[in-house]
């Protein structure tokens, strides 16, 4: 028999285990769900893959929507993949007629405007998303991705024009849908890189339900994002703060890239191979406009994946390498020259500087050959960026190392030519226009430090010339609807390659192209004709000889001053796995992971 004493140790060893079985039997505690934060520098201006036209909003529409084709993760040079198609295109021998099938079972996320309904992915969605680039009550600013190059869609943008009604269900001869998952598109002329336009995040497919549904007084939604992607949109406060969760219907993929010879590219292989595509569930993104605030939150660890701009650089960089002390942390540097082109237009529609007449011509010259691209480099980037002199970047098919623009810094010649067209200097020494008048600049700039700093540059430069100018700070969105109405005078825009062509950063300066991409308003009709010309040629030595007439062309016309690309320096915690910026995709977030071992998590997000 047990005396009390070990009677009242037994208990407590009884009580002592019990929540060790109650821990046992409870169920299992909800996985977190794995966290990329992630910084955009400005704030997005919609998610309507036919309106959304700024770098940051397609941020976002590259993860909701599903264009045909995208860009293997690694291959350098880019390589064009199949996204929701099921293959590459079976094109015919004269690059007129492509055929494409879709992969099966592609669903969008539910949404009340599908009716409770499972609602697939059919080819039929791409060609209504197509249609809706010509509808002039969007007034897309991509409908140029088509226009001139598939049979009978102009034909139907003509109609809508002239009826300001767009029909959507008039067929298009050279859109042929021969069931619900193979489209035959036939085009106008020959084009071997069409895949690229498809790949183009304008083309993803939006369900004719959701525009009906959600649509505003022009057909816009770009408040409602619904589509097929990797990712969907959980939280949104404009211009602040933005949440995508992984989309749980996206049909699986596995992770499978094929690593060249950087070694870098067979560490992330190494990082990545079999895991699931997408791996991270929440992206959580803010916005913030300053650059020491990104800079401070990335420091902390409140930010995964940052985006170092130049004046940023010497914080983290040291001869384009990362500073050892941030190298000794585990920070990634992934960093490229980008596929871009900065560049200074003047709107050819406005009073003071516009025109084709010589003393207009002489005033552009003038300004190109008056500012100092390389001081600006080193002042307002860190040197992070690299001068070009040809419309075309490097990475760009069609870029030529070798061009050497007319338009070379030279102040002394610049005030000479302005003194040689009636720009005379009054008694207070600022110049007037050739009948007397006042000469006045404004030039339009992002409304933070940097784009401060860019107008203090080109205040600088006026000066130099005895030109009046005031600085409009505005932000980004007004800066795009202002330009897009050749309302704009003169502002540095840069252009980030859509499709890695040249085709793509020769469209800035055709005419058809004002009040899209065109931001100068540039119609010169010999130009035109070159242009037009050259999209009827695979890249050649033939279409390298147009576009540098093109090239010359806009230099003798002064339409605009080419800058700089600039580099991309992105900086990733250690957590960060399977990291390197791709040059065409705006974001790599469906191709990268989160190390869970200390890596920042959110709370599962709760099931319906």
């Not at 959580?284 to 020491?292: A, F, K, L, N, S």
């Not at 005030?415 to 226009?433: C, I, M, S, V």
């Given at each position: 028999m047990k005396s009390p004493w070990m009677r009242r140790l037994a208990l407590l060893a009884c009580l002592s285990s019990l929540p060790l079985l109650a821990a046992a039997d409870a169920p299992a505690a909800a996985k977190p769900a794995k966290t990329l934060r992630y910084i955009l520098p400005a704030a997005e201006t919609g998610f309507d893959p036919a309106t959304a036209r700024d770098l940051y909003s397609n941020h976002?529409?590259?993860?909701?929507?599903?264009?045909?084709?995208?860009?293997?993760?690694?291959?350098?040079?880019?390589?064009?993949?199949?996204?929701?198609?099921?293959?590459?295109?079976?094109?015919?021998?004269?690059?007129?007629?492509?055929?494409?099938?879709?992969?099966?079972?592609?669903?969008?996320?539910?949404?009340?405007?599908?009716?409770?309904?499972?609602?697939?992915?059919?080819?039929?969605?791409?060609?209504?998303?197509?249609?809706?680039?010509?509808?002039?009550?969007?007034?897309?600013?991509?409908?140029?991705?088509?226009?001139?190059?598939?049979?009978?869609?102009?034909?139907?943008?003509?109609?809508?024009?002239r009826t300001n009604k767009f029909d959507y269900s008039k067929k298009v001869a050279g859109l042929e849908i021969l069931d619900p998952y193979t489209l035959r598109i036939t085009l106008t002329k020959t084009d071997f890189n069409f895949p690229m336009i498809l790949a183009y995040v304008p083309t993803a497919a939006v369900a004719r339900e959701v525009v009906e549904k959600y649509g505003d007084v022009k057909g816009e939604v770009g408040s409602n994002p619904v589509g097929t992607g990797y990712y969907t949109l959980g939280e949104w406060t404009r211009g602040n703060r933005i949440v995508l969760n992984k989309n749980p219907q996206h049909l699986p993929e596995t992770w499978n890239f094929l690593a060249g010879d950087d070694p870098d590219d067979q560490r992330i292989v190494r990082q990545m191979q079999?895991?699931?595509?997408?791996?991270?569930?929440?992206?959580?993104?803010?916005?913030?406009?300053?650059?020491?605030?990104?800079?401070?939150?990335?420091?902390?660890?409140?930010?995964?994946?940052?985006w170092l701009d130049g004046p940023l650089a010497p914080k983290a960089l040291l001869n384009g390498k990362l500073r050892p002390e941030l190298a000794e942390k585990g920070v990634q540097l992934s960093r490229l020259l980008d596929p871009e082109i900065s560049y200074y237009y003047w709107n050819m529609e406005d009073p003071v500087l516009g025109g084709f007449s010589k003393e207009k011509i002489a005033l552009r010259r003038a300004i190109a050959m008056a500012h100092n691209i390389d001081e600006e480099i080193r002042i307002i980037w860190n040197g992070q960026a690299k001068r070009l002199d040809y419309p075309i970047p490097p990475g760009v098919v069609g870029y030529d190392p070798h061009y050497k623009s007319l338009l070379q810094y030279d102040?002394?010649?610049?005030?000479?030519?302005?003194?040689?067209?009636?720009?005379?200097?009054?008694?207070?020494?600022?110049?007037?226009?050739?009948?007397?008048?006042?000469?006045?600049?404004?030039?339009?700039?992002?409304?933070?430090?940097?784009?401060?700093?860019?107008?203090?540059?080109?205040?600088?430069?006026?000066?130099?010339?005895?030109?009046?100018?005031?600085?409009?700070?505005?932000?980004?969105?007004?800066?795009?609807?202002?330009?897009?109405?050749?309302?704009?005078?003169?502002?540095t825009a840069p252009w980030l390659a859509d499709y890695p062509d040249g085709d793509n950063f020769m469209q800035l300066f055709y005419g058809p192209n004002t009040h899209q991409n065109n931001n100068g308003c540039y119609q010169d009709p010999e130009y035109d004709k070159w242009y037009a010309a050259s999209q009827a040629m695979p890249a050649s030595p033939e279409r390298d000889e147009l576009y540098h007439k093109m090239a010359r062309r806009l230099e003798v016309n002064a339409g605009a001053l080419i800058g700089y690309a600039r580099y991309r320096n992105m900086l990733a915690q250690k957590s960060v796995l399977g990291y390197k910026k791709h040059p065409i995709l705006f974001q790599e977030w469906a191709f990268m992971n989160i190390d869970s071992n200390g890596a920042p998590v959110a709370p599962a997000p709760a099931t319906k």
């Open positions: 976002i529409t590259q993860a909701v929507f599903d264009t045909l084709y995208t860009y293997d993760y690694l291959a350098r040079p880019v390589k064009v993949v199949p996204q929701a198609a099921a293959a590459m295109p079976e094109v015919s021998s004269d690059g007129k007629t492509y055929t494409i099938r879709l992969k099966k079972g592609i669903l969008y996320t539910p949404d009340a405007a599908f009716g409770g309904k499972r609602r697939e992915l059919t080819m039929a969605d791409y060609v209504y998303s197509w249609k809706r680039l010509f509808d002039p009550r969007l007034a897309s600013p991509h409908s140029w991705l088509f226009e001139g190059k598939v049979v009978g869609l102009d034909d139907l943008a003509k109609e809508a024009a079999g895991k699931a595509i997408p791996a991270i569930d929440r992206i959580e993104i803010t916005v913030m406009i300053e650059d020491q605030s990104r800079w401070l939150s990335f420091q902390s660890g409140g930010t995964d994946v940052f102040p002394v010649l610049a005030n000479k030519l302005l003194d040689k067209f009636g720009y005379k200097k009054g008694a207070d020494g600022w110049r007037t226009l050739p009948d007397g008048k006042p000469l006045l600049i404004r030039y339009a700039s992002r409304n933070e430090a940097n784009g401060v700093l860019q107008a203090e540059m080109w205040r600088k430069t006026y000066n130099s010339l005895g030109i009046r100018m005031e600085n409009d700070r505005m932000i980004f969105s007004d800066i795009l609807k202002t330009e897009k109405q050749c309302k704009m005078q003169t502002r």
